[in-house]
């Protein structure tokens, strides 16, 4: 890469390389931590601590790098480079694990990944080797964790982002990944931080825009969707129509939010619906979606005064 961008040597200069680190790492995490509030009464806030930390070791790493001026070329410098990389599956696997009561012991396993990733680098720290040695199988686990967050987060409303890091991680693990060649040493590092940076920036700032939701169940459902992603939303989709059919509701969970039908064919206002089969739809998302939010973040997106009137008896 460094042959194809002339202007790529400038950024070879160790402490250029950590000035320019430092100030996209610091500020990504600054930005993160001023928009933690948006997470309050989640189960969001381990993958997001997570993400800090994935954001602190790339960081972290590139700064020390280059305010040591070691060669791109020495073993401990692509064994560091590989475990700062390896934090930034972390927050995907600690949302896989984002519903209660289960959260907070799910921790450990993300732990656990970790561990198993940067096996190979403790390796070559520790036994002091020319070269880091991630092959085979280790490289294909490696696509298949890049593949997975693509396909967790790609659907959603947040899929700029998803390819952003995806990006970021092809590129900070460029050399790791089947079918790839050389690391791509201190330019490789900064522009992956840039490239993740950004696509947390995205996120924090909300964009792309909400999509505009035609009823507060959809609103619910399209905020839930977007914030928890594929695997989470197909599983709450599969609860809430299964309660759908049973009950005999006349609504199915769609991708883009529900479906009101009067004979299963053709579609009806959501203001003609029964109201007592509104409600027990409200009652029935609120028992799912409170393994994963709190009460008042199903009443911020469906208020208590839109909530279906209880009819008389």
Same mark, same amino acid.
């Given at each position: 890469?460094e042959?194809?961008?002339p202007?790529?040597?400038?950024?070879?200069?160790?402490?250029?390389?950590?000035?320019?680190?430092?100030v996209?790492?610091?500020?990504?995490?600054?930005?993160?931590?001023?928009?933690?509030?948006?997470?309050?009464?989640?189960?969001?806030?381990?993958?997001?601590?997570?993400?800090?930390?994935?954001?602190?070791a790339?960081?972290?790493v590139?700064?020390?790098?280059?305010?040591?001026?070691?060669?791109?070329?020495?073993?401990?410098?692509?064994?560091?480079?590989?475990?700062?990389?390896?934090?930034?599956?972390?927050?995907?696997?600690?949302?896989?694990?984002?519903?209660?009561?289960?959260?907070?012991?799910?921790?450990?396993?993300?732990?656990?990944?970790?561990v198993?990733?940067?096996?190979?680098?403790?390796?070559?720290?520790?036994?002091?080797?020319?070269?880091?040695?991630?092959?085979?199988?280790?490289?294909?686990?490696?696509?298949?964790?890049?593949?997975?967050?693509?396909?967790?987060?790609?659907?959603?409303?947040?899929?700029?982002?998803?390819?952003?890091?995806?990006?970021?991680?092809?590129?900070?693990?460029?050399?790791h990944?089947?079918?790839?060649?050389?690391?791509?040493?201190?330019?490789?590092?900064?522009?992956?931080?840039?490239?993740?940076?950004?696509?947390?920036?995205?996120?924090?700032?909300?964009?792309?825009?909400?999509?505009?939701?035609?009823?507060?169940?959809?609103?619910?459902?399209?905020?839930?969707?977007?914030?928890?992603?594929?695997?989470?939303?197909?599983?709450?989709?599969?609860q809430?129509?299964?309660?759908?059919?049973?009950?005999?509701?006349?609504?199915?969970?769609?991708?883009h939010?529900? @479906?009101?039908?009067e004979?299963?064919?053709?579609?009806?206002?959501?203001?003609?619906?029964?109201?007592?089969?509104?409600?027990?739809?409200? @009652?029935?998302?609120?028992?799912?979606?409170?393994?994963?939010?709190?009460?008042?973040?199903?009443?911020?997106?469906?208020?208590?005064?839109?909530?279906?009137?209880?009819?008389r008896?």
């Amino acid at each position: 890469m460094e042959t194809l961008l002339p202007a790529a040597s400038i950024w070879q200069s160790g402490p250029v390389a950590a000035g320019a680190a430092a100030v996209v790492g610091g500020l990504t995490v600054g930005l993160l931590v001023a928009c933690r509030g948006a997470l309050r009464g989640s189960t969001l806030i381990a993958p997001y601590r997570w993400t800090l930390a994935a954001f602190a070791a790339l960081t972290l790493v590139e700064v020390a790098i280059g305010l040591a001026g070691a060669d791109p070329a020495r073993f401990w410098v692509a064994a560091l480079r590989y475990a700062a990389a390896a934090t930034t599956f972390c927050p995907l696997m600690a949302l896989l694990g984002a519903k209660r009561p289960q959260d907070r012991g799910w921790q450990w396993i993300v732990a656990t990944l970790w561990v198993v990733l940067v096996l190979p680098a403790a390796e070559s720290l520790v036994l002091g080797r020319g070269g880091l040695d991630v092959r085979d199988f280790r490289a294909w686990f490696l696509g298949v964790l890049l593949l997975v967050g693509l396909a967790n987060a790609l659907p959603g409303r947040f899929w700029p982002s998803a390819l952003l890091l995806l990006g970021a991680q092809v590129v900070l693990l460029w050399g790791h990944l089947p079918g790839t060649g050389r690391p791509l040493g201190t330019l490789g590092g900064l522009l992956g931080l840039t490239l993740a940076a950004v696509a947390a920036a995205l996120v924090a700032c909300g964009k792309p825009g909400r999509r505009k939701a035609g009823t507060c169940e959809d609103r619910l459902w399209l905020d839930f969707r977007d914030a928890f992603g594929t695997v989470w939303a197909l599983r709450v989709a599969e609860q809430v129509n299964a309660a759908a059919t049973r009950y005999r509701w006349g609504v199915s969970l769609r991708w883009h939010g529900f @479906r009101w039908t009067e004979d299963g064919s053709a579609d009806i206002p959501p203001g003609t619906v029964d109201p007592r089969v509104r409600l027990d739809l409200r @009652r029935s998302l609120q028992s799912i979606l409170r393994r994963f939010v709190s009460s008042a973040w199903i009443a911020e997106r469906w208020p208590a005064a839109d909530e279906p009137a209880q009819p008389r008896a």
